[in-house]
């Protein structure tokens, strides 16, 4: 059987506009209550939204929060945020197999086929596959596709744990010796704002990066950045190093607490850039990431 018979078949929900967040999170938060039961399998479902228009004050405000220079070309992370409201949509959904609240961001891989203008209008797609065992769980991934004039331009995949006791049955990881830290390049203070003000303009609002008791609720005892503001923040340490068409890969690994220091390293490699981010008193990883 061939590759294109071995595709799932999804059903697509087009939306006429880019659905608010706000009301998203409050069906995320009674989906979180006890009771009720979820399908232990993906929606064969994607949702689409068609001619999304860039923000300029809101890009603006993006740029100065993650620490990328103003222009007409998109951060390679932006498509994120502009289409988060629809994965989002999707993973608060009565289907989904997880509640949203409580999810781990593990793994983010971005993919850009050329650069993408603040001037074009933008087709999303979001989507969700690959449900499989973890040592600690179950995890997913959430595939958002932006495309431009039909074809497309931008696809990041979003990795997620679903914590659960005993054993997921999936393959665990080497328990070896951690790798020696790099050399740190530079060392960023990360205040207690960041939380705040990425979820502004990210829409991303879990409140274990904005609250200290939301934190606390989820095991932290304080606010942790977004994991993808350590993205950003990397990739516009590295802005004008990166290639016009690539793939941008990152592991999280332990959360930067709120406030706090970070150290942040990158290195040539033969194709491309490996770069990290570490606890820069104890060397403990915080994300590992490779330019392809």
């Known amino acids: 059987m061939g590759d294109a018979d071995d595709r799932p078949v999804r059903a697509t929900v087009e939306l006429p506009r880019l659905p608010a967040t706000g009301p998203l999170y409050r069906r995320a938060l009674r989906g979180a209550l006890p009771g ?83 001037g074009e209008l933008l087709d999303f797609t979001a989507y969700a596959e690959h449900l499989r065992p973890h040592e600690r769980g179950r995890q997913l991934d959430v595939v958002l596709v932006a495309s431009s004039g039909g074809t497309e331009v931008w696809r990041g995949v979003a990795t997620y744990l679903s914590r659960e006791r005993g054993d997921g049955g999936g393959a665990r990881r080497d ?27 990210s829409g991303d609002h879990n409140p274990i990066h904005t609250s200290r008791l939301g934190a606390r609720l989820f095991g932290f005892p304080r606010p942790i950045a977004h994991g993808m503001w350590t993205k950003a923040r990397c990739l516009a340490a590295l802005d004008n190093r990166l290639p016009d068409a690539g793939t941008v890969e990152v592991a999280f690994k332990l959360p930067v607490a709120l406030p706090g220091m970070i150290g ?29």
């Open 175 to 201: 328990r070896g010796d951690r790798p020696a830290t790099p050399a740190s390049i530079a060392h960023w203070r990360v205040g207690t704002r960041v939380g705040t003000d990425y979820a502004r303009v």
């Open 36 to 118: 009720g039961r979820r399908d232990r399998t993906v929606p064969a479902v994607a949702l689409t939204v068609a001619g999304v228009q860039v923000d300029r004050a809101h890009l603006a405000d993006y740029d100065r929060v993650c620490g990328f220079p103003l222009a007409e070309r998109l951060p390679v992370t932006y498509p994120h945020v502009l289409g988060f409201p629809l994965a989002l949509r999707l993973m608060t959904a009565p289907e989904f197999p997880f509640p949203v609240t409580g999810l781990v961001h593990v793994a983010n891989r971005i993919t850009t086929h050329r650069p993408v203008l603040a």
């Open 264 to 292: 942040f390293s990158a290195a040539r490699a033969d194709d491309g850039w490996d770069f990290a981010l570490h606890d820069p008193r104890t060397g403990r990883p915080h994300l590992a990431g490779t330019v392809r």
